[in-house]
């Protein structure tokens, strides 16, 4: 297989739909070409830290400002030689994406300042890599023995390590028939030198390992080292243990559809070299078929994704559209067509990550459609609507009418990644978000760990105030195209005696009935939430007095506004609205108390109406009827 099609741009039927983005690409490296500037006795730090300190969202990344860090909500100013050490680790990102853009530009056009505009760039990493200091993402302080894991030279860690020599290992394929001898022997010097700071990190079945094979085998295919070739197939932790022993019913096992995408960029691009070079890697093409396609059958209706566990906000299936263009690449129209029709025709926005963003012109065109997929047509047959499905050894379940959406999580496959929120739900109607998975910010952010993560930001029930602990699977008793009930056991793991879930739902033509039974041995609260997406409207007139929930841990802290409604009855009606979608929920309140509160949304410049039904009682079953008017 030929690896892109750039080369046939000018015959290509869309050729006049990338002339525009060829012009943005070109005067963007031409730009950071003439302002190039990096110093290997710099060390970079962990992306994760480029949070804003008390919202969480991200800060400014500008090129032109080094030292300068705001705040993208709230316009806060950050500065410290930390944040200077991430804007390093960003520039570099951004400076291997630009010569790779630049080697694109060069098989477009034909331009030869674009092709020196690579080997600037690029021969500068290669030529220094030995002189950046091998150093971890926790601090910027050279490592003297590589004992301790998550080490590297140009990053700060070797996930990202493995990123950016996958893009190189592109950019060397693509210009193969270009580059002089004396490049591309610097450029193999620079790959094993990099398999020997990969090799020793791929220790286990994880997303960071996986990356790091994926890369070795990536490197070793466009230098032709039958070594690292063999590492990536043949070793201990090789690509195909990654996917046999990580994917569970065609989800990353650590349990969001963020780092099902991630982890499967590598191996989508390994998959690429593999078939260029005439390799047989049936798993491997196996896995990636069935990833892309199980991510489709999980997405809801409107293909925006349910968002447990780590990964960023608000993604979708047009965020990874990207990779779907790689994939018709591989497999052709008859396996991939009708699904990258589906998504590119969809009226969804496109949401990007907030790390490892891909490179898109106007949110819209990925640079792999142009380098592999410029002669799609996007008229034609498109995929079918997905049913009912649930995901058994993923622990996740979805049903699905034409007007009812219902994400459910019941259990757990490991702790990396996990947040506390087994048996939350996240729901649409009438295509409308009703209530999503925050997700969360950096993982250093104090919002990430003290709200994001933990049970009270997730439409779950919560005992005594405290986050649940366990990661145990779920259990199913049943999984039907129209209901499903099942249990969570011990879910505070004996710190809480005995705390086991059951939650029943059935879907209805226009709404859906939820049963949710909790059964424990010394619970004081049991504090049932739902919370309710920003634009949500609550139209129900309430006579309320202000409450103290009476605990300030455990995400709790981050609950304001919390008021009782005052009521004489043991049920209650309350009406929302969405855009065009009106809907109730029937709560029965006997020996039970309603709370109305405010929570933080991600980022925190929206606030949502969160609802919470208290009991006293150890045991208790919480029901919520929902209708679409």
Request: net charge negative.
């Given at each position: 297989?030929?690896y892109?099609?750039?080369?046939?741009?000018?015959?290509?039927?869309?050729?006049n739909?990338y002339?525009?983005?060829?012009?943005?690409?070109?005067?963007?490296?031409?730009?950071?070409?003439?302002?190039?500037?990096d110093?290997?006795?710099?060390?970079?730090?962990?992306?994760?830290?480029?949070?804003?300190?008390?919202?969480?969202?991200?800060?400014?990344?500008?090129?032109?400002?080094?030292?300068s860090?705001?705040?993208?909500?709230?316009g806060?100013?950050?500065?410290?030689?930390?944040?200077?050490?991430?804007?390093v680790?960003?520039?570099?990102?951004?400076?291997?994406?630009?010569?790779l853009?630049?080697?694109?530009?060069?098989?477009?056009?034909?331009?030869?300042?674009?092709?020196?505009?690579v080997?600037?760039?690029?021969?500068?990493?290669?030529?220094?890599?030995?002189?950046?200091?091998?150093?971890?993402?926790?601090?910027?302080?050279?490592?003297?023995?590589t004992?301790?894991?998550?080490?590297?030279?140009?990053?700060?860690?070797?996930?990202?390590?493995?990123?950016?020599?996958?893009?190189?290992?592109?950019?060397?394929?693509?210009l193969?028939?270009?580059?002089?001898?004396?490049?591309?022997?610097?450029?193999?010097t620079?790959?094993?030198?990099?398999?020997?700071?990969?090799?020793?990190?791929?220790?286990?079945?994880?997303?960071?390992?996986?990356?790091?094979?994926?890369?070795?085998?990536?490197?070793?295919?466009?230098?032709?080292?039958?070594?690292?070739?063999?590492?990536?197939?043949?070793?201990?932790?090789?690509?195909?243990?990654?996917l046999?022993?990580?994917?569970?019913?065609?989800?990353?096992?650590?349990?969001?559809?963020?780092?099902?995408?991630?982890?499967?960029?590598?191996?989508?691009?390994?998959?690429?070299?593999?078939?260029?070079?005439?390799?047989?890697?049936?798993i491997?093409?196996?896995?990636?078929?069935?990833?892309l396609?199980?991510?489709?059958?999980?997405?809801?209706?409107?293909?925006?994704?349910?968002?447990?566990n780590?990964?960023?906000?608000d993604?979708?299936?047009?965020?990874?559209?990207?990779?779907?263009?790689?994939?018709?690449?591989?497999?052709?129209?008859?396996?991939?067509?009708?699904?990258?029709?589906?998504?590119?025709?969809?009226?969804?926005?496109?949401?990007?990550?907030?790390?490892?963003?891909?490179?898109?012109?106007?949110?819209?065109?990925s640079?792999?459609?142009?380098?592999?997929?410029?002669?799609?047509?996007?008229?034609?047959?498109?995929?079918k609507?997905?049913?009912?499905?649930?995901?058994?050894?993923?622990n996740?379940?979805?049903?699905?009418?034409?007007?009812?959406?219902?994400?459910?999580?019941?259990?757990?496959q490991?702790?990396?990644?996990?947040?506390?929120d087994?048996?939350?739900?996240?729901?649409?109607?009438?295509?409308?978000?009703?209530?999503?998975?925050?997700?969360?910010?950096?993982?250093?952010?104090?919002?990430?760990?003290?709200?994001?993560?933990?049970?009270?930001?997730?439409?779950?029930?919560?005992?005594?105030?405290?986050?649940?602990?366990?990661?145990?699977?779920?259990?199913?008793?049943?999984?039907?195209?129209?209901?499903?009930?099942?249990?969570?056991?011990?879910?505070?793991?004996?710190?809480?005696?005995?705390?086991?879930?059951q939650?029943?739902?059935?879907?209805?033509?226009?709404?859906?009935?939820?049963?949710f039974?909790?059964?424990?041995?010394?619970?004081?609260?049991?504090?049932?939430?739902?919370?309710?997406e920003?634009k949500?409207?609550?139209?129900?007139?309430?006579?309320?007095?202000?409450?103290?929930?009476?605990?300030n841990e455990?995400?709790?802290?981050?609950i304001?506004?919390a008021?009782?409604?005052?009521?004489?009855?043991?049920?209650?009606?309350?009406e929302?609205?969405i855009?065009?979608?009106?809907?109730?929920?029937?709560?029965?309140?006997?020996?039970?108390?309603?709370?109305?509160?405010?929570?933080?949304?991600?980022?925190?410049?929206?606030?949502?109406?969160?609802?919470?039904?208290?009991?006293l009682?150890?045991?208790?079953?919480?029901?919520?009827?929902?209708?679409?008017?």
């Amino acid at each position: 297989m030929k690896y892109s099609n750039i080369e046939n741009l000018q015959t290509s039927k869309g050729k006049n739909r990338y002339q525009d983005m060829l012009k943005q690409m070109s005067s963007e490296v031409e730009e950071f070409s003439n302002n190039f500037s990096d110093d290997y006795n710099k060390m970079s730090e962990w992306g994760h830290m480029y949070f804003c300190e008390e919202d969480g969202a991200i800060l400014d990344f500008d090129l032109n400002k080094p030292h300068s860090h705001v705040c993208t909500v709230c316009g806060t100013e950050y500065k410290s030689k930390q944040l200077d050490n991430v804007w390093v680790y960003f520039y570099r990102g951004k400076a291997i994406q630009n010569a790779l853009n630049s080697a694109v530009v060069y098989k477009a056009t034909g331009e030869k300042k674009y092709l020196e505009i690579v080997k600037k760039i690029i021969g500068y990493y290669a030529e220094n890599y030995t002189n950046f200091a091998i150093h971890s993402k926790d601090a910027a302080i050279e490592i003297t023995t590589t004992g301790k894991l998550g080490y590297a030279r140009i990053m700060p860690q070797e996930l990202n390590e493995a990123v950016i020599v996958t893009k190189i290992a592109r950019i060397m394929e693509i210009l193969k028939d270009d580059l002089d001898e004396e490049f591309k022997t610097l450029v193999k010097t620079m790959f094993r030198e990099v398999f020997g700071i990969l090799a020793p990190q791929a220790n286990k079945v994880h997303n960071k390992p996986c990356w790091s094979i994926c890369a070795i085998g990536s490197m070793g295919f466009v230098i032709q080292d039958q070594e690292m070739i063999d590492f990536a197939f043949k070793s201990e932790f090789n690509i195909d243990r990654q996917l046999t022993d990580g994917v569970t019913s065609g989800i990353w096992y650590e349990g969001s559809m963020y780092y099902s995408f991630f982890t499967l960029e590598g191996v989508a691009d390994l998959l690429m070299f593999a078939k260029t070079y005439g390799y047989e890697a049936p798993i491997v093409e196996n896995t990636v078929e069935l990833m892309l396609n199980t991510a489709y059958d999980y997405a809801f209706d409107n293909l925006i994704f349910p968002n447990p566990n780590d990964g960023w906000p608000d993604i979708n299936l047009k965020t990874f559209s990207f990779l779907y263009h790689l994939a018709y690449k591989v497999f052709g129209e008859e396996k991939m067509g009708k699904l990258l029709r589906t998504i590119e025709n969809s009226d969804v926005v496109r949401r990007d990550p907030q790390l490892a963003k891909p490179y898109y012109y106007n949110n819209e065109i990925s640079l792999e459609e142009l380098l592999f997929n410029n002669n799609f047509d996007k008229e034609g047959r498109l995929r079918k609507s997905a049913t009912s499905t649930n995901f058994k050894t993923s622990n996740v379940g979805i049903l699905k009418n034409n007007k009812v959406n219902i994400f459910v999580k019941y259990g757990h496959q490991a702790r990396s990644h996990a947040h506390a929120d087994k048996m939350n739900l996240e729901v649409t109607l009438g295509n409308e978000l009703i209530s999503r998975d925050l997700s969360n910010s950096g993982y250093v952010s104090r919002l990430c760990n003290e709200w994001h993560r933990v049970s009270a930001a997730h439409n779950t029930v919560v005992v005594n105030g405290k986050s649940h602990t366990s990661i145990a699977k779920g259990e199913i008793i049943e999984f039907t195209e129209t209901s499903f009930d099942l249990k969570s056991q011990d879910l505070y793991e004996g710190i809480i005696k005995d705390v086991n879930f059951q939650r029943k739902v059935n879907l209805l033509k226009k709404g859906f009935n939820d049963e949710f039974k909790v059964e424990s041995l010394d619970a004081k609260t049991l504090d049932w939430f739902f919370h309710f997406e920003s634009k949500v409207e609550f139209m129900t007139k309430v006579e309320t007095i202000k409450f103290d929930l009476g605990y300030n841990e455990d995400g709790y802290q981050h609950i304001t506004n919390a008021r009782k409604v005052v009521l004489d009855k043991n049920k209650i009606t309350l009406e929302f609205k969405i855009n065009l979608i009106e809907f109730t929920v029937d709560l029965d309140l006997t020996n039970k108390v309603l709370i109305i509160c405010d929570t933080v949304d991600n980022p925190v410049n929206e606030k949502r109406t969160s609802v919470i039904v208290r009991s006293l009682n150890k045991n208790e079953t919480f029901t919520a009827n929902w209708k679409i008017k």
